[in-house]
């Protein structure tokens, strides 16, 4: 990934994001945290392009998701035989759900695996206002690109120079740090699930 980066750079950064926030599950907050770290060792100019073209197509991608839930993604479930009879029954439960807390749940999706490829879909297939949509989702949007390229900037630059000057040590207390961070965010992005589903 990081090798067509380099070549592709913010191409890749901007498609994969969009399609990823069009409802097909590709690695877009990967990309985006190789391209940060990539700024980080001098790569595209500098760390806010990263931030603005993975914020362009973040909300790029929602808006196509959610034109495409608005236009056609209740006839499109209708048609997939595996799909039909949970939908009738999820439908009507996501809508109501999109009434209540469509904003909220627009603006955090892009923080939640699950929710960055499906909730542009939900909010179009909920009708949604898309005024409303679009507002919750750029703040979304703009947030999650800042949020995750400048940690991902910082802490890439970070790691890489403690291991320059501390060698294998740094890299076996990075490790652990790492798996100790990860414990934590899973931690906390479950309760974020709990908290939107219920």
Do not use: C
């Not at 990823?20 to 595209?44: D, K, R, W, Y």
């Amino acid at each position: 990934m990081a090798h067509l980066l380099q070549s592709y750079g913010l191409v890749i950064l901007f498609f994969l994001v969009a399609i990823e926030g069009a409802g097909i599950p590709l690695p877009g907050e990967t990309t985006l945290i190789a391209a940060a770290v990539l700024a980080s060792n001098g790569h595209f100019h500098s760390i806010e392009v990263v931030i603005v073209i993975a914020a362009a197509g973040a909300i790029a991608g929602d808006n196509t998701g959610y034109w495409i839930g608005r236009l056609g993604g209740r006839k499109l479930l209708d048609r997939i035989p595996v799909l039909r009879s949970t939908s009738t029954k999820l439908l009507p439960r996501a809508e109501r759900f999109f009434k209540r807390h469509g904003a909220k749940t627009v603006l955090v999706a892009r923080f939640v695996a699950v929710l960055r490829t499906t909730a542009a879909w939900m909010a179009g297939i909920s009708h949604m206002r898309w005024r409303v949509f679009f507002l919750f989702d750029a703040a979304g949007g703009i947030l999650w690109a800042t949020a995750i390229g400048l940690i991902a900037y910082v802490f890439g630059k970070a790691v890489a120079d403690t291991i320059g000057h501390y060698g294998l040590y740094a890299v076996i207390g990075i490790v652990i740090l790492a798996a100790i961070g990860f414990v934590g965010y899973r931690v906390w992005h479950r309760r974020v699930e709990r908290a939107i589903s219920g």
